[in-house]
């Protein structure tokens, strides 16, 4: 028994509103988009679009989020239950269930959609949301964190995790998470897998950031910083997932898990984009993207303006 393991017995609310309880996990995820919408503004703003394109890019690329995530889910792990009864993919979002490779397909359609209604390419699109999907990443495993959910195998390591609330549920309810001591001895330490996703995240996030800000890769080379930020969060997934616990019950016995199954093609995908985006030559007008879409913006202005009269 590992003495030095971390007791976690968190409660995922993060406050009760009358009947209506507020989860750590949906404030991570709430935070997460707040974070990234500021850090598209910025990035936005910096390379000259005005504020309508941060406003389009917020409407298409959160619903995408999060239709994917719990479309992505419910097709991935629990297909026999929803295709039985679909309408619980909107009746049973309380019960939980959003899935990261279906976020990321619905971050991609919704990458696509914000860019083709404003003119702009659909790989500078992909570039500046691979700035913040790392880091958005890296908040909402921190609400798995809290919601003691997506554990490791058990371990002996000195910073394994105690997860009461998964291990010891029952004795959890029943003591109100206040859990004996001599239950919590009995509890295996587990590998914190969701802190090995959302620490190698942020290096991820580090990393884009720097090529954006600093080598203005995001310009100079249009699709690297998407490659590397799909290259790097599924890589990384995909070894983690053999620390980690399975998910679903028809995971058992597979040799790889749906997690990693699934990171196979993104990896794939970040590969060939790095290939050719390395491939072709630097772009030497780095203020064309943003000139052309500035020009039709005025032209929408100009023909809209023309109708209200």
Request: one cysteine or more.
């Amino acid at each position: 028994m590992n003495l030095l393991s971390i007791v976690w017995d968190w409660n995922p609310t993060f406050i009760m509103l009358g009947n209506l309880d507020i989860r750590w996990y949906g404030l991570m995820w709430a935070i997460a988009i707040l974070v990234a919408e500021r850090i598209l503004a910025y990035a936005y703003k910096r390379e000259g679009l005005p504020s309508r394109t941060i406003e389009s890019a917020f409407l298409w690329i959160v619903l995408g989020t999060f239709i994917g995530a719990r479309v992505g889910h419910c097709l991935f792990y629990e297909p026999e239950v929803y295709l039985a009864e679909p309408w619980r993919i909107i009746t049973g979002i309380r019960d939980g269930g959003m899935a990261s490779h279906g976020a990321t397909i619905g971050i991609i359609l919704g990458v696509w959609g914000f860019t083709r209604r404003n003119h702009l390419p659909f790989i500078w699109g992909m570039d500046r949301i691979a700035i913040v999907a790392p880091l958005s990443g890296a908040v909402i495993r921190f609400g798995n964190l809290f919601n003691s959910e997506i554990v490791g195998y058990p371990t002996d390591v000195a910073w394994g995790f105690k997860f009461v609330r998964h291990d010891a549920y029952r004795a959890w309810v029943e003591y109100n998470g206040d859990v004996p001591a001599e239950i919590i001895e009995n509890i295996s330490a587990r590998h914190p897998a969701q802190l090995y996703e959302a620490l190698c995240y942020i290096a991820i996030f580090a990393i884009v950031m720097y090529l954006y800000f600093r080598k203005d890769m995001g310009r100079r080379r249009p699709g690297v910083l998407i490659s590397i930020a799909l290259i790097g969060i599924f890589t990384l997934r995909f070894f983690i997932e053999f620390l980690k616990e399975r998910q679903v019950d028809f995971e058992e016995g597979m040799s790889l898990d749906m997690g990693q199954l699934l990171s196979i093609p993104f990896i794939i995908v970040g590969v060939a984009i790095l290939i050719y985006a390395l491939r072709r030559p630097e772009v030497k007008d780095l203020g064309a993207v943003v000139s052309h879409a500035n020009k039709m913006y005025d032209k929408e202005d100009k023909k809209n303006g023309k109708r209200s009269k």
